[in-house]
């Protein structure tokens, strides 16, 4: 077996309070060699990101007490003194974080902070430094690489930035790389390109890669194994493939339930892990999951299990105990009853003194641990098989729940949006024409920078308008101010992407939802409390929460309270921002619910921007695919699917990463990112990273145009 890079045994971490010790890992034991990739999942809170910061040495000793045993390459990390441990850091081991932008020092050049470690490890001169430097770029795939050392980090896309953070731990060839959440913000192109990108190094360097994350597509692409973390403990160890395919630990079963698919049925509702993970400033005796299992007994609140391996029991056919004996065993003379050796247990129909050469009746039982596969739990077993008929939704055409002839509520007529780029000027929304149906849902989808956050800033009125029309519920909106305008926002609200940053701090989550009900006079005040509780309720939230603050609530209950903000003027249209991008697929699962339902019980219209395709599948009538400030592809959601037209489009589904029992699957990359929407632009601004891209491609635009039944396309390619 290849030596280990990175081992842990019985790692445990705990932060020091005002209350005491709070244990945020307890006894975590796993190890990863050159050339593996071994990802960490687990919902937030889990103690992913600790186990991470425990590992490089950057948890503060004043605050935190780490014991246990980190081992790298051999060598003991607990005690090693603080000037050792710096001197690992960069040189030996190297982290790539979730935010490139708060990683990255602002103030410097990017040059300066790649030549940084090469210089301080290495000891390169500045010139070799650079040079170095240069090389990484180019390794990273970013062109011209003598401009960019000399720009800042703002200057760089969230992808490229990324691309650098890989670049700069890459720069002293490093043995170890932890990558916590390094693509959770990153669109599915850019995400493929960049896990490729690892993977490749990994392999080619014999680099040990530590892979957190929360995207299960993601470790079936990529890892090797996996290690699933629960309320600071590993409830399940495995290769990738058995775990996928058999995962035993009802946690890890729900958490893979949980996941919005690309493929496969369609669920009419998405399985979620109802509950929260427990408070670990509180001493628990039992199972930390006990509460929100299914399937727990007396046992699991009182006995806390530990990781053992998985056990697989068989019926033997007529066999010889030699045969066994082959196969890893080492069985000798038997007698009536059972007997265990080399790890194998053989018991039921057998004879008093059999002999290895004789044989074993039919029926007997063997029981076969698996030691690669370890779980802790006192029920662990393949997961009860829980999709009925009724749970399945047939494919959602555009029109399906709607009225025969459905009500247009809103309709953009040929918009744009323009900004003033230095002596450039971007074109983010191009010209784009949709209508949104009373009671849809209307997926709109593409890369970061294809300008579809600015659409949706721009139907609210958040930015001025360059050119175009905007009807509401035959209203004309598009210079409509003052009291008019007041009244379409009261209409048309929004569930911004990161509710820590929408809600205000210094409020109550009731005062916040009670704010707008006040300021529209929606209500009398005596009926305000009510109402908002009333909110609450309709969100999935206790009427204790309006009590309070943002910070006292979970990510998913922070974004439950926005929409109940959202909610309180009772609005016909909503515009949900990549409203569910950065929570865990647990609480994603129950968000994606709670919009179908709202969608259902309200009549609610929603136009819903994001970048996953997998949850947009979940949600969405209809999909418009945008690219460049235009849209290029626009179809009800089953038609998309299953025959995407538009190059673009069909690359974007290329890219997510798929699974099915473990199988691997090879994703389309679409290399390069989207350009910069300037006026100078001619022709169909995706040619340049076209496969299909003619002649005509590049001097003519192609429009939007009907390629078949409830699909239109803006491709000049007819296949």
């Known amino acids: 077996m290849t030596p280990a890079v990175l081992e842990l045994k019985q790692l445990a971490v705990a932060f020091r309070t005002t209350q005491g010790e709070v244990p945020a890992v307890s006894g975590v034991s796993w190890q990863v060699a050159a050339g593996e990739v071994m990802a960490i999942v687990g919902e937030s809170g889990s103690g992913k990101s600790v186990t991470a910061l425990a590992i490089m040495g950057l948890l503060a000793p004043e605050t935190t007490r780490v014991s246990g045993q980190i081992y790298f390459a051999g060598q003991a990390l607990i005690g090693l003194p603080s000037a050792a441990r710096r001197a690992l850091r960069g040189r030996e081991m190297a982290m790539i974080f979730q935010d490139p932008m708060t990683a990255l020092n ?236 080399g790890g194998l247990t053989l018991s039921g129909v057998l004879t008093a003194g059999v002999k290895t050469a004789d044989a074993i009746s039919a029926g007997a039982t063997l029981t076969i641990p698996d030691e690669s596969h370890q779980v802790a739990c006192y029920q662990a077993g393949p997961a009860p098989s829980v999709d009925s008929p009724e749970d399945i939704a047939p494919p959602t055409p555009m029109a399906a729940g709607l009225a025969p002839e459905p009500e247009i509520l809103l309709q953009v007529s040929d918009l744009k949006i323009y900004f003033n780029a230095g002596a450039r000027l971007n074109r983010a929304v191009d010209g784009v024409s949709l209508a949104v149906y009373r009671g849809e849902t209307l997926g709109l989808v593409g890369e970061s920078g294809c ?59 009731g005062a916040m939802i009670a704010e707008p009900i006040a300021v529209h006079r929606l209500r009398p005040t005596a009926q305000i409390a009510p109402r908002v509780a009333e909110l609450l309720a309709q969100v999935g939230l206790s009427s204790a929460m309006a009590a309070r603050y943002p910070h006292a609530l979970s990510g998913g209950q922070r974004q439950r309270a926005g929409i109940a903000r959202a909610l309180a003027l009772a609005p016909e249209l909503l515009i949900w921002d990549e409203a569910v991008s950065a929570l865990d697929v647990s609480v994603q699962a129950q968000i994606i619910n709670l919009i179908k339902n709202l969608q259902k019980e309200l009549g609610l219209t929603s136009l819903f921007i994001a970048h996953d395709l997998a949850v947009v599948r979940q949600v969405a009538n209809r999909v418009a695919v945008m690219y460049l400030g235009r849209i290029v592809e626009l179809a009800d959601t089953a038609t998309l699917f299953a025959q995407a037209s538009h190059p673009y489009t069909q690359a974007l589904l290329a890219a997510v990463p798929r699974w099915t029992a473990g199988a691997r699957l090879e994703p389309l990359l679409l290399t390069g990112e989207v350009p910069a929407a300037v006026a100078s632009m001619q022709g169909c601004g995706f040619a340049p990273r076209c496969p299909r891209a003619s002649a005509r491609c590049w001097t003519e635009a192609p429009a939007l145009h009907e390629r078949r039944a409830n699909q239109q396309v803006a491709c000049h390619d007819p296949s």
């Not at 430094?129 to 720009?151: H, K, M, N, P, W």
């Not at 775990?243 to 996941?259: D, I, K, W």
């Open 451 to 509: 300008g579809k956050t600015t659409l949706g800033r721009g139907l609210l009125r958040l930015l001025p308008l360059s050119g175009g029309r905007m009807r509401y519920a035959a209203t004309d909106v598009t210079t409509v101010s003052g009291a008019a305008l007041m009244r379409y926002r009261r209409q048309v609200q929004v569930v911004f992407q990161d509710p820590y940053g929408a809600l205000n701090p210094r409020q109550t989550i």
């Open 106 to 341: 602002p103030v410097l050049t990017i040059g300066t902070q790649m030549a940084e470690s090469l210089r301080l490890h290495l000891g390169l001169s500045a010139e070799a430094a650079r040079s170095r430097s240069l090389e990484l770029l180019d390794r990273v795939g970013i062109a011209d690489g003598a401009r960019r050392l000399t720009q800042y980090p703002y200057e760089f896309s969230g992808g490229m930035r990324q691309r650098v953070m890989i670049a700069i731990a890459l720069a002293c060839s490093p043995r170890l790389i932890i990558a916590d959440e390094a693509t959770t913000a990153l669109d599915v192109t850019l995400q493929a390109q960049v896990l490729d990108l690892l993977l490749e190094v990994v392999r080619e360097h014999g680099i040990g890669l530590v892979l957190i994350t929360h995207n299960f597509g993601v470790v079936a692409q990529y890892a090797d194994r996996v290690g699933v973390m629960y309320a600071g403990q590993m409830v399940e160890v495995g290769t990738v493939s058995a775990v996928l395919a058999q995962a035993q630990h009802p946690y890890t079963q729900g958490l893979l339930r949980a996941v919005p698919r690309i493929d496969g049925p369609l669920p009419a509702r998405m399985a979620t892990i109802e509950g929260l993970a427990p408070d670990l400033r509180q001493t628990i005796a039992g199972c930390r999951f006990a509460p929100r299992c299914a399937q727990a007994v007396a046992q699991c609140a009182s006995q806390s299990p530990t990781l053992g391996p998985v056990i697989t029991v068989a019926k033997t056919a007529a066999t010889r105990v030699s045969d066994l004996a082959s196969a890893g065993s080492a069985f000798g003379d038997l007698t009536t009853g059972s007997l265990t050796s």
